[in-house]
């Protein structure tokens, strides 16, 4: 049997608005992450280790940074008719932007068209995670699903914070088994069989035969009471006709994964959680590891020298344990623990980075002292200033303060002590 003709579409036109204000001037997808990257480049970097090198980005809110990035990063071989294309919201069928992901779809039917391809892989831009879709992809076709949806195992208590997945019971999850069930946020879930404290979630991910999709995403166009969204509406629809089946993430092997990654999956939608992402990188043994040169999450390579730590002497050493230091970064003097400095970030002579993501091109001045905080792009703290001690200072100056206590300055803010 002949390989399937495959396209990817990443959903990227995500608003963000429980990221604020990391998204006040970007789209979610293209938050930095990681010292070195975007959040879209996970999603990139997995469909395109995948070996599937034909992907259309749908943006919308303030994409101005991610298109760019995929622009400038994100470039295929065209002679072997390869691509990454950003497609902004065009009102191709209507005067309408796009009413949610199914309708992203239904107005990129054009793209499609053009494709012609026989499976269509479906993906969020918003996860931290490695996942082989071709593996996906194959049981998918031996299931004759006209779609899948990639299932993550949770426990069982956190099932009102995702689609829960569910199956018959004696179902083999072994294979890839019909779906029962799709319910948002239930307090009452139907667990995984053999199973009794887990639950599947949804990861967001799917995979359709592409006729079926086209049937499904314009029947959805015509429901007034639709709406419009691929987890709530288009995967009902299939369940409801018996055609859907689910993919038990655990299933997946990734090439180069340690058992103390494999299976990582973080939705990166809230503040705290974006925060627990980078806290999940720095430990010497990661639970999310960014060494993994089988299964490389790709993105762009600045012309950036390498980190510099400078000063050792008379109590001035610049030292980084526990941390990810990005090229561009001069440690001058500064004690950094337990944190993630991001390209072109500076920490000065006496300064203190604890717990803290720092990214591009922060500046940390002299004595300054930064605790449990978020400092978005080029922000300049000022000799002595502290962030993070004080919850209520830190309000006063205009931050955002998360219920954990979570410090979070904005892009270009200017820091008073």
């Known amino acids: 049997m002949s390989s399937p003709r495959v396209l990817a579409i990443v959903l990227a036109g995500g608003e963000g608005k429980r990221l604020m204000p990391l998204t006040a001037d970007r789209a979610k997808p293209a938050v930095p992450f990681g010292g070195t990257y975007r959040l879209i480049d996970f999603a990139l970097s997995n469909v395109a280790n995948s070996r599937y090198l034909q992907i259309v980005v749908l943006t919308q809110y303030k994409s101005h940074s991610l298109d760019k990035h995929v622009s400038m990063t994100w470039r295929m071989s065209t002679m072997l008719g390869n691509y990454v294309t950003p497609v902004p919201a065009q009102q191709r069928v209507g005067k309408n932007w796009y009413l949610g992901s199914a309708d992203a779809i239904y107005q990129s039917l054009n793209l499609i068209d053009d494709a012609r391809p026989d499976i269509v892989v479906v993906v969020g831009a918003d996860h931290v995670y490695r996942m082989d879709f071709s593996q996906m992809v194959d049981a998918h076709i031996a299931s004759g699903a006209g779609c899948t949806v990639a299932g993550i195992r949770q426990p069982v208590g956190l099932s009102d914070q995702f689609g829960v997945i569910e199956v018959g019971e004696g179902a083999d999850m072994g294979s890839t088994p019909r779906i029962t069930a799709f319910r948002e946020k239930p307090t009452d879930p139907t667990t995984i069989p053999g199973s009794p404290d887990e639950i599947l979630a949804s990861m967001g991910n799917y995979v359709f035969d592409a006729d079926a999709l086209v049937e499904a995403v314009t029947r959805d166009a015509a429901d007034e ?193």
């Open 225 to 417: 009471s639709s709406k419009h969204d691929m987890g709530g509406d288009i995967v009902p629809d299939f369940v409801s006709r018996g055609s859907a089946a689910v993919y038990d993430f655990q299933r997946n092997d990734v090439p180069g994964a340690t058992e103390r990654d494999r299976g990582y999956w973080r939705d990166v939608g809230t503040i705290d959680s974006y925060y627990e992402a980078h806290m999940d990188l720095t430990s010497a043994l990661p639970v999310f590891n960014l060494y993994n040169d089988r299964w490389p999450i790709l993105s762009q390579q600045r012309p950036l020298p390498p980190a510099k730590f400078v000063h050792g002497w008379h109590g001035r050493a610049g030292t980084a344990v526990n941390s990810i230091v990005a090229p561009g970064v001069v440690v001058s003097g500064a004690t950094v623990e337990g944190s993630v400095l991001s390209s072109g970030a500076a920490a000065h002579s006496w300064s203190t980075v604890t717990d803290s993501v720092l990214l591009d091109c922060v500046q940390v001045g002299r004595h300054a002292a930064v605790r449990r905080a978020i400092i978005d792009k080029n922000v300049v703290i000022p000799e002595g200033a502290r962030i993070g001690f004080d919850p209520d200072h830190d309000r006063a100056r205009g931050f955002v303060v998360t219920p954990s206590g979570l410090t979070v300055v904005g892009k270009n803010a200017v820091v008073e002590p």
